[in-house]
């Protein structure tokens, strides 16, 4: 029998299917009274570029923008088994699939940062402790949206003479369009890459900006690798599109912020390999964290 794994980001969200391992996506999350209507037809994109052809198994999906209201995420759950003719559904958040895809044996601590940032730790009771993922308004902290918003309100401040030059200020973007944009959080998001290589060049301010970035990502790894029990060190694995596009210019201020007990790890695999494990295997520590529609 076929199986469906989902990682639904807020840039794209990318579907595989098991065992062929054929590949669709669909646009990413969208804030708002329609994002739930966004988000299937985001499958249905996803499912058609597969080719997909049901009946199917078990669906995993693991979503930015998971309804916290549970009668909701269990209405998303059928609405699902019906579009894609599935038996089973297994719903999670995002944060759940990118530690499931990154640590093999279930415990440690990932970051997951793209878009936005969010922070899970599980410890090996099967106890589990959510940092951030408040979104873009109230946190976040450390994403690629907090860095590109910085960068952007640094261009503003050079151009205005209230702050100092900065390489950032020669984009021909002109920020304040951007509250027109029905995309802004991914819009300003996608400046990240341009403070980025900034800071690569010896621009003091994007410089200063990785930097803050990198202390609010240990920050948040701090806390988390402090609500798991014991004084062992913790694994800790950071995930997702901002560390892949930086690497070491974000993950060595990193490194060098951490408390004693955070030992960073490589990932063993991404958020859609972890929503492969979910669609594959038992649920084992994530139990808990998902939410089971069976037609």
Do not use: N
């Amino acid at each position: 029998m076929t199986s469906i794994a989902i990682d639904g980001g807020q840039s794209a969200l990318r579907l595989r299917v098991l065992p062929t391992g054929r590949v669709g996506q669909g646009p990413g999350y969208v804030h708002g009274p329609d994002s739930i209507e966004h988000l299937l037809g985001a499958v249905r994109t996803a499912a058609a570029a597969a080719e997909v052809a049901g009946p199917i198994e078990v669906v995993a999906l693991g979503l930015t923008g998971f309804p916290p209201a549970r009668e909701v995420a269990e209405g998303l759950a059928a609405r699902i088994a019906g579009l894609l003719d599935a038996s089973e559904v297994r719903l999670t958040q995002d944060m759940v699939t990118a530690h499931a895809g990154a640590l093999a044996d279930g415990y440690g601590v990932v970051v997951a940062a793209g878009t936005g940032l969010v922070c899970l730790a599980v410890d090996r009771d099967g106890s589990w402790h959510k940092v951030d993922g408040h979104g873009y308004l109230f946190g976040d902290a450390g994403s690629a949206f907090a860095i590109g918003r910085a960068g952007l309100v640094a261009v503003q401040r050079a151009r205005d003479g209230r702050g100092p030059a900065t390489k950032l200020a020669d984009t021909t973007l002109d920020p304040v369009t951007l509250y027109r944009s029905a995309t802004l959080v991914d819009d300003v998001a996608r400046f990240a890459p341009e403070v980025l290589r900034c800071a690569a060049e010896g621009d003091p301010v994007a410089a200063e900006i990785v930097v803050r970035a990198a202390h609010d990502i240990a920050e948040t790894i701090d806390a988390a690798v402090s609500a798991l029990a014991g004084r062992d060190a913790v694994p800790v694995a950071c995930v997702g599109g901002l560390f892949a596009g930086a690497g070491e210019q974000l993950l060595g201020p990193v490194r060098a912020a951490l408390p004693a007990r955070a030992e960073l790890v490589p990932p063993a695999g991404t958020s859609l390999d972890g929503a492969e494990r979910l669609a594959t295997s038992p649920p084992g520590p994530y139990a808990d964290l998902i939410i089971t529609h069976r037609s």
